[in-house]
């Protein structure tokens, strides 16, 4: 009973308390509503305030952004329409200066007129006048030629031989000014810069020789030379190329033989198959082939010496043994490698006088005759053979151009090739350096003298100083001072053109004028 009375209490009091909470709730609940009706209404209405608020000001910006367009158009229109206005005054103006303009070129067109008009006349009057001259100088001409009892064409020609004789007069008197005054600024540094380069380098003469004596111990020794019926001699002379020569000299065999080189491989053999004294055709065989592979290095080493000698580098091995053979190589009786040394020497120290690359005209000046030591089979000029071989091992431009141009083969495209020219010649032209054959020395001088008797007032010619010099004797009334010196150029330059010779020659041309009287 107790629990069902607490239940009913319980559930009473439930009931009671949900009832004052629903009352208070709904007391509560209106209470907000109306609160929030009015703070709604509120905010309405301020809403509507600043909405108002902006409304105007915004009403506002947009009138002063309407005035301000309105000022910019305006003044943008104030603008162009004072444009407007200057344009229309500077059209205004040019209109006025074309009016001034056209007043101006009709007045020159009327002076114009005026002017035709009056060169019509003037030139009438002037064709009048030339007619008249013409009638004059046709008159004139007559009585000239009636009184000098010459034709005008007589005249003219007489004239004009008188003009030509003396503008070659003229001519000839200022080339002889010219070559005067130039001869006179360069001799003397011509020669100084030769006579140094002469004295600094100048080398031994060499005499051009075929023939090398071997020499031996008894004349018993000849016997083993010879060998049976000849089978040494003839070994020998098979395998080097070279003549022995086994006379009644005493104690001495001759080779001879125009290659120096086999012929020095044959000297070397003879004297080591003589030292040895087995001397059959095996051996002779044996030793020559020794000898050439000894002689091919010592031939490397000299170029190699030649090479150190003149300071130079950077040259291909095959050109340094071509180099290497120049010492058994001779042009005139002149050892090839000791000209070509020389000429090295003159041409690098002109080139240093000049200013021009010492190690490059060194360089050309030692391979300009590299051509000789190429093999004989191979035909052409040795100038241009030269050429070829130091463009093929990659030698410098200048250097090639010299080597090909130094006989004048190819032109010369550098200074430096002028010098080797000039020092080869140097080279070449010093007494005793060169042995010239008796028969072609005597045909050059021959040649020498004929080329100068071609001239017309030549009289006679002489060739003195082993053709180093031609003297000329003209005619007196045929040649005078101022011709003789042109005609000593042009035989020089004839000289040049039509002959092959060493170094330089003199041409000295004689004028002179005898008058003889007999007194009684």
Do not use: C
């Amino acid at each position: 009973m107790n629990m069902i009375i607490f239940i009913a209490i319980s559930v009473v009091l439930i009931v009671l308390a949900f009832v004052l909470g629903w009352f208070l709730n709904s007391k509560v609940g209106e209470n907000s509503i109306t609160a929030a009706k009015e703070k709604a209404k509120s905010i309405l209405e301020e809403a509507e305030k600043e909405a108002k608020h902006i409304k105007k000001e915004k009403l506002l910006e947009v009138k002063d952004e309407w005035l301000k367009k309105k000022q910019e158009f305006d003044n943008d229109v104030n603008i162009k329409k004072q444009k407007l206005q200057n344009h229309e005054k500077q059209l205004e103006a040019r209109e006025e200066n074309l009016d001034k303009r056209y007043e101006v070129v009709t007045q020159k067109e009327k002076e114009l007129k005026t002017l035709e008009k009056t060169l019509s006349q003037q030139k009438l009057e002037i064709e009048n006048k030339q007619s008249e001259l013409n009638q004059l100088i046709l008159e004139q001409n007559n009585r000239l030629e009636k009184i000098a009892g010459l034709t005008s064409e007589d005249a003219k020609k007489m004239l004009m031989e008188n003009m030509i004789n003396k503008a070659k007069t003229d001519a000839a008197q200022m080339i002889k000014e010219v070559r005067d005054q130039a001869k006179v600024d360069a001799k003397k540094e011509a020669q100084r810069i030769i006579v140094q380069a002469i004295q600094r380098t100048a080398v031994d003469h060499s005499v051009e020789s075929t023939v090398s004596v071997v020499q031996i111990q008894n004349d018993e020794m000849k016997g083993r030379i010879i060998g049976r019926e000849g089978r040494n001699i003839r070994a020998f002379e098979a395998v080097t190329g070279v003549d022995v020569i086994v006379d009644d000299t005493p104690e001495a065999v001759i080779l001879s033989a125009f290659d120096q080189f086999r012929r020095e491989v044959a000297r070397i053999s003879l004297e080591r198959l003589i030292a040895d004294g087995r001397i059959h055709p095996a051996r002779i065989e044996e030793v020559v082939a020794k000898v050439q592979q000894e002689l091919d290095e010592e031939i490397l080493k000299e170029g190699e010496n030649t090479i150190i000698q003149l300071g130079l580098h950077g040259v291909h091995i095959e050109l340094i043994k071509h180099i290497g053979k120049m010492k058994y190589r001779s042009s005139y009786g002149q050892n090839l490698l000791q000209h070509s040394i020389e000429v090295a020497y003159l041409t690098g120290i002109m080139a240093a006088e000049l200013g021009f690359d010492t190690n490059l005209a060194r360089r050309a000046g030692l391979m300009h005759d590299i051509g000789k030591t190429i093999d004989k089979n191979v035909e052409g000029p040795h100038a241009l053979l030269g050429y070829d071989l130091t463009k093929k091992y990659n030698e410098h431009p200048i250097v090639v151009n010299a080597v090909g141009s130094h006989h004048e083969d190819i032109e010369m495209e550098h200074p430096i090739a002028a010098l080797v020219q000039a020092a080869d010649a140097i080279s070449g032209a010093r007494p005793g350096a060169r042995r010239e054959p008796l028969e072609s020395y005597v045909k050059r001088l021959e040649n020498l003298e004929n080329i100068a008797k071609t001239f017309e007032g030549v009289a006679k010619t002489y060739a003195i100083q082993a053709g180093r010099e031609v003297r000329v004797i003209v005619e007196p009334d045929k040649v005078d001072d101022v011709f003789a010196d042109t005609l000593a150029n042009d035989i020089a330059n004839k000289i040049q053109e039509e002959m092959e010779y060493p170094g330089q020659i003199k041409v000295t041309v004689i004028r002179e004028l005898r008058k003889i009287a007999y007194a009684k």
